[in-house]
């Protein structure tokens, strides 16, 4: 039996990734995938793009609700997740804000701290997984930075429940019926810490899940925009650096082509420039070009139609890009960057490093990678190849040199 299939659907506010998200469930599940479509975002949008009764959201708030024939979509509720799972945890930091002079309403609604959101959806979607619940599951995402912690998460929290829960826990314990004579702080108690590691327990193996690429792939939806593609191409860099297999780009609401209008050719002409630029970005990861549509995406069958204008003919839940394009990696010290370059020789490749960004030229074709901050600050020293890969050696960061220096 094969695995469930995830897509993860990212990109700046604006730029139409609930549209994307809803449509591509639509259509898979039309092709006979048990499809769920999730919103990660805390300003649900995805109801509104099938065009559904509030009243039936609020009724059945938090929980998988059928749209289609094989086809399901949740927005997550944080204050019933909260109240289910974790209301101990809820209960704390509420006491505390209220401890500071917050009255008891906003205590709770500010009881509601960041990556909390988050956290309840990768239960939901471990859950899904085990269970094989559904066939594919879709996560409409909250913009680019929200995205990156929802990624980000499962190894903060690992590392968190590794180093240092277990001493805090023992700590509180100790500490916490002196606490209660000398200050009016409450410490948690230990039902607080219990919540957490119930959660931590539900969340295991998340991580493998999500960057595994035999299961779950990015999608980055953009616009031919400069702006726009600058934070995708930085998205881009951003979950490769995650170990998350990017493999596709969605490039939503170009002007078609054959208007008599100059005001439109003009954008055109501007779009096509920036539909070339977003090549050199994201070569050789497949692009989609999405026309824009002169009316809104709005309920079940304009978005089947939207599906099918995106991929044509293209099965959305397979597999299209397989191999990364480049990687960011740690070897003894020193940061490397592995790219895939199949077909090249040593002499044919040219690199250059213009601020953060590294250019690499093999003929005609030029490529573009955003460096992330232990790479920006370095130079590339050495070039080799490895079968099918390049890769760049830039050397120790300047904090281990100077440690290693010994001043």
């Given at each position: ?27 898979t ?8 479509v ?48 974790w209301?101990e ?18 205590a709770?609604?500010?009881a ?11 239960l939901?979607?471990?859950r899904?997984?085990?269970?094989r ?14 995205s990156?912690?929802f ?10 429940m590794?180093?240092i ?5 023992r ?5 916490r ?19 957490i ?12 899940i ?9 999608r ?20 490769c ?6 493999d ?19 954008w ?7 539909l070339?630029?977003a ?7 497949e ?13 079940y ?11 044509g ?38 690199l ?56």
């Amino acid at each position: 039996m094969s695995p469930m299939r995830i897509l993860l659907y990212a990109g700046k506010g604006g730029v139409g990734k609930t549209c994307v998200a809803a449509a591509t469930g639509v259509l898979t599940a039309r092709m006979g995938m048990r499809t769920l479509v999730m919103s990660l975002d805390p300003a649900h949008s995805l109801s509104d793009a099938f065009d559904l009764d509030r009243f039936l959201m609020d009724k059945n708030r938090g929980e998988p609700i059928p749209v289609g024939e094989g086809l399901w979509i949740q927005e997550l509720d944080i204050h019933e997740e909260m109240g289910k799972g974790w209301g101990e945890v809820q209960r704390y930091i509420a006491l505390l804000l209220n401890t500071s002079g917050i009255d008891d309403i906003l205590a709770e609604e500010l009881a509601v701290l960041p990556g909390m959101d988050e956290v309840a959806a990768l239960l939901h979607i471990n859950r899904y997984v085990r269970e094989r619940t559904y066939d594919l599951v879709i996560l409409d995402c909250a913009p680019t930075a929200e995205s990156l912690r929802f990624v980000s998460l499962p190894k903060a929290l690992e590392w968190y429940m590794r180093k240092i829960f277990r001493l805090e826990r023992r700590v509180v314990a100790y500490v916490r019926p002196v606490a209660r004579r000398f200050m009016d702080v409450p410490l948690p108690e230990d039902g607080y810490f219990a919540d957490i590691e119930r959660l931590y327990q539900r969340l295991q193996g998340i991580d493998g899940i999500l960057t595994d690429p035999a299961v779950t792939s990015v999608r980055l939806v953009t616009n031919p925009e400069k702006m726009v593609l600058r934070e995708t191409q930085r998205a881009f860099m951003f979950f490769c650096l995650h170990q998350l297999s990017v493999d596709a780009i969605i490039i939503n609401r170009v002007f078609p082509p054959g208007s008599d209008d100059p005001y439109l050719r003009v954008w055109q002409q501007c779009q096509q420039e920036y539909l070339e630029l977003a090549r050199t970005y994201f070569h050789p990861v497949e692009i989609f070009e999405v026309s824009l549509s002169d009316r809104e995406m709005l309920g079940y069958d304009r978005l089947l139609e939207f599906g099918r204008n995106i991929y044509g003919d293209r099965q959305p839940a397979q597999f299209f890009s397989a191999t990364p394009p480049y990687q960011f990696l740690k070897e003894d010290g020193r940061n490397l960057i592995k790219l895939h370059l199949p077909f090249v020789g040593k002499e044919e490749v040219d690199l250059s490093k213009i601020g953060d960004e590294l250019i690499i030229r093999v003929g005609n074709i030029k490529k573009s990678i955003v460096l992330p901050r232990a790479f920006a600050t370095l130079e590339p020293k050495k070039a080799w190849l490895e079968k099918e890969h390049l890769l760049l050696d830039f050397g120790e960061s300047h904090e281990r040199k100077h440690e290693g220096g010994g001043g």
